[in-house]
Structure formats: structure tokens, C-alpha cells
């Protein structure tokens, strides 16, 4: 069997089909946050502000929270398709580095042993 030949039969097959992804939304969701960051853009801070620029600060931030929130939930359950295929060939890679890993052993130890007979053949010789 050629390299070539053998490429092509480890090579992993997928059944793909590229999914069609559209924010349906998304003009509402940006006219959204736009007007929140709109109401607090000139809020000006002073003693008796404080209070109310906490509150708006702690508003924009659980805004921000939700929104992190929904961005990593969708890109998880995108992603779930390719984290089933992805451990079973981080599984396979691991198999073959363990596999390469036991005969690298062996090798050095050999060499080791090689090394050492021609160091005792040079003293005795010596």
C-alpha cells in the first residue's frame, strides 16, 4: 500500500452540512443596547449622582452579563457537533503518542546500552 493510499484511508470522513446561522433579531438587540449606552453617556457624576450612576453603572453591566451569557450559550451548543468528533480524535492522538512514547523508551535505553559498550570496548582498549 502506497502513502498516498494509506493517507486516504485514515483520512476522518465527515458528514458535514453547513448550517445557516442568522441573528433574526439583530437590529432590535442593537437598537436596544444602543439606547441603553445612549442613557447613561452624559451622566454626569457628582455627590448627589453617585448613588444613581452606581446603579446605572451596575445596570449596564448585567446587561453585559446577559448578553456574554447568550453569545457563549449559542457558540456551546453550535460547537456540541464538533466536541463529539473532536474527542474522539484527541482520544485516537493520544493512543499513538502513548504507542510512539513506549518505543522512544525502548529506543533511547538501547542507544543507552550501545553508548555504553563502546564506551567499555575505548577503556579497555585504552
Same mark, same amino acid.
Given at each position: 500500500?502506497?502513502?498516498?493510499?494509506?493517507?486516504?484511508?485514515?483520512?476522518?470522513?465527515?458528514?458535514?452540512?453547513?448550517?445557516?446561522?442568522?441573528?433574526?433579531?439583530?437590529?432590535?438587540?442593537?437598537?436596544?443596547?444602543?439606547?441603553?449606552?445612549? @442613557?447613561?453617556?452624559?451622566?454626569?457624576?457628582?455627590?448627589?449622582?453617585?448613588?444613581?450612576?452606581?446603579?446605572?453603572?451596575?445596570?449596564?453591566?448585567?446587561?453585559?452579563?446577559?448578553?456574554?451569557?447568550?453569545?457563549?450559550?449559542?457558540? @456551546?451548543?453550535?460547537?456540541?457537533?464538533?466536541?463529539?468528533?473532536?474527542?474522539?480524535? @484527541?482520544?485516537?492522538?493520544?493512543?499513538t503518542k502513548q504507542a510512539s512514547g513506549s518505543i522512544d523508551q525502548g529506543v533511547k535505553?538501547?542507544?543507552?546500552r550501545q553508548r555504553q559498550a563502546r564506551e567499555d570496548n575505548l577503556k579497555s582498549y585504552?
Amino acid at each position: 500500500m502506497t502513502e498516498m493510499e494509506l493517507s486516504a484511508t485514515i483520512e476522518p470522513i465527515l458528514d458535514y452540512k453547513a448550517a445557516s446561522i442568522q441573528l433574526k433579531n439583530a437590529d432590535i438587540l442593537k437598537d436596544y443596547v444602543k439606547k441603553q449606552i445612549e @442613557r447613561y453617556r452624559d451622566l454626569l457624576i457628582t455627590d448627589e449622582t453617585l448613588t444613581e450612576a452606581k446603579k446605572s453603572r451596575a445596570d449596564l453591566n448585567k446587561l453585559n452579563k446577559a448578553l456574554s451569557s447568550q453569545r457563549t450559550a449559542i457558540k @456551546r451548543e453550535i460547537l456540541k457537533p464538533f466536541a463529539q468528533i473532536e474527542s474522539v480524535l @484527541r482520544k485516537l492522538e493520544t493512543d499513538t503518542k502513548q504507542a510512539s512514547g513506549s518505543i522512544d523508551q525502548g529506543v533511547k535505553q538501547l542507544e543507552d546500552r550501545q553508548r555504553q559498550a563502546r564506551e567499555d570496548n575505548l577503556k579497555s582498549y585504552l
